[in-house]
């Protein structure tokens, strides 16, 4: 077969490369995951299933840091006494009927190893409640002092109840995922799947519903920032929201006419719609667009001496508007350049009614996809910028950004306003340089960071200051 186009199967080379040790499971095979680890425990311990369950758990789901402790121990009761699974002192069981502490009504009491009875319905009654309550799936025993966790099979005993079943099995499945380091669930909407990585580490995990996550925080995939400086910035964010509602707003008014403009589309090349203005201005800093499209850019550096006159806390406030605006600009970007998905599915489409074949008008996907990846990316530096300290290095640091947001800007107000203003060979070839030229920027920014990181290069503030 022969294809004149054969970046799409580049790209698909290195999403098989980032993506091969992750494996997708479904409730299903988490169950099996589950099932295979407790037999390999029980050939081992010789205890029940419900039991070996408990110490998995307790154990985060790590089978050989399990049995290294178990093999230390000096002798198995011990060992599960210690997990909680067996009373302390087993005293012979006393059966028969009683008058229940819980109830006080006589009749036919049952209970665990530790000794603590009850009648059935109050056993019911304790199970189903904390199994609804949904907290975790190890459940103690009734008796207010006694530690003991109650196995699945006791706990199966009392309960016959499906949909209460069903949810204890939905509280263990949980369970395994959150406490197991390996695992994690996708955050997307009503997806089911939860990941498993060979090696548990901040990384983008892309899920087939279309979500892309960082496997450590769970939060929106954030490179170059890390962890803990998101952590950081979404917390600054949400105290200080009252001083940013101005920003998020989609309205403007024009710098020069002051009519009020509303933007409707990502690119943040904005033109004044007032017929005798169409000023060109920049959505971010609301300068004059020129400067912008040369190497005098400087929308994405906060000029620090501009505020020496004023107080220490307007300056504060004023730098973290500044990397806020640009932070959240980025992120309206990203989500009204969803629309823009439509308008390139169309044009895929028209392409191929004119005799394209479906392979060779893949670069518009591409080029939307690479679009959303670099919106992210700057989203991005702007938390990373916000608290680094300046040096030489965040210089370059600044000099990538800049090149990343003047080639996204590029593209995307090549894909908003130029997809009909082109023969399409013409199209092609810009779009294909255009995408390439936002990857390599892309690439390099992070490449640097990533560097930076190895060798310590980067310092940065608690706060911004
Ligand atoms: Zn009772
Ligand atoms: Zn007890
Ligand atoms: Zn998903
Ligand atoms: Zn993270
Ligand atoms: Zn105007
Ligand atoms: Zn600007």
């Known amino acids: 077969m022969y294809y004149d186009d054969d970046s799409v199967y580049e790209n698909d080379d290195d999403f098989e490369k980032e993506e091969v040790q992750d494996q997708l499971l479904l409730p299903d095979d988490l169950e099996s995951e589950m099932a295979d680890l407790i037999l390999d425990v029980r050939s081992v311990l010789q205890v029940s299933e419900g039991m070996a369950r408990i110490l998995l758990h307790k154990f985060k789901w790590n089978k050989n840091s399990l049995l290294d402790k178990f093999y230390e121990s000096p002798d198995t009761e011990a060992f599960l006494v210690e997990a909680q699974v067996i009373p302390k002192t087993t005293q012979p069981s006393s059966t028969g009927e009683d008058d229940c502490d819980i109830c006080c009504s006589f009749g036919e009491l049952t209970g665990l190893a530790c000794n603590h009875r009850a009648c059935e319905d109050c056993w019911k009654h304790y199970l189903t409640e904390k199994i609804m309550e949904g907290g975790s799936s190890e459940i103690e025993c009734m008796s207010p002092d006694c530690k003991l966790l109650i196995e699945d099979e006791k706990i199966k005993f009392y309960i016959r109840d499906k949909t209460i079943l069903d949810k204890l099995q939905r509280l263990v499945i949980n369970s395994f995922v959150e406490t197991n380091p390996v695992l994690k669930w996708c955050p997307g909407q009503n997806c089911q ?9 901040p990384r983008l995990i892309s899920c087939p519903c279309g979500t892309q996550f960082c496997f450590s925080c769970c939060q929106n995939w954030h490179a170059p920032a890390d962890c ?3 952590k950081k910035w979404l917390k600054k964010c949400m105290d200080d929201s009252e001083t940013c509602n101005w920003i998020n707003a989609n309205t403007k008014e024009c710098p020069k006419c002051f009519v009020p403009i509303e933007k409707n589309g990502g690119c943040n090349h904005m033109r ?9 201005f920049c959505w971010m800093c609301m300068g004059c667009w020129r400067s912008h499209g040369t190497a005098g850019y400087q929308c994405n550096r906060f000029n620090e001496g501009q505020d020496a006159n ?6 504060y406030l004023n730098r973290y508007l500044f990397y806020y605006n640009r932070y959240i600009t980025h992120q309206q970007s990203l989500a009204l350049e969803e629309k823009l998905k439509e308008t390139v599915a ?7 009614l004119k005799g394209m074949a479906w392979i060779e008008v893949q670069f518009l996907k591409k080029s939307i996809d690479a679009l959303a990846k670099c919106r992210r990316t700057l989203m991005y530096t702007y ?6 300290k300046k040096s030489n290095h965040s210089e370059m640091f600044e000099n990538n950004q800049r090149d990343l947001e003047m080639a996204t800007e590029q593209l995307s107000g090549f894909l908003e306003r130029d997809l009909e203003n082109e023969d399409l060979v013409t199209l092609k070839q810009k779009v294909q340089d255009l995408t390439k030229y936002v990857d390599r920027r892309q690439e390099a920014l992070l490449e640097h960071c990533a560097d930076g990181n190895e060798q310590d290069l980067w310092e940065f503030t608690e706060n911004g200051v």
Not at 383 to 388: G, S
Request: proline share 2%.
């Open 272 to 280: 004044c719609t007032n017929k005798s203005c169409k000023f060109e």
């Open 383 to 388: 938390v990373f910028a916000f608290y680094l």
């Open 346 to 352: 169309a044009k895929m489409a028209e392409m191929e």
């Open 310 to 315: 004023r107080s220490k806390h307007r300056a």
């Open 228 to 230: 803990a400086l998101l």
């Open 193 to 201: 799947k939860a990941v498993k990585v060979a090696d548990p580490e």
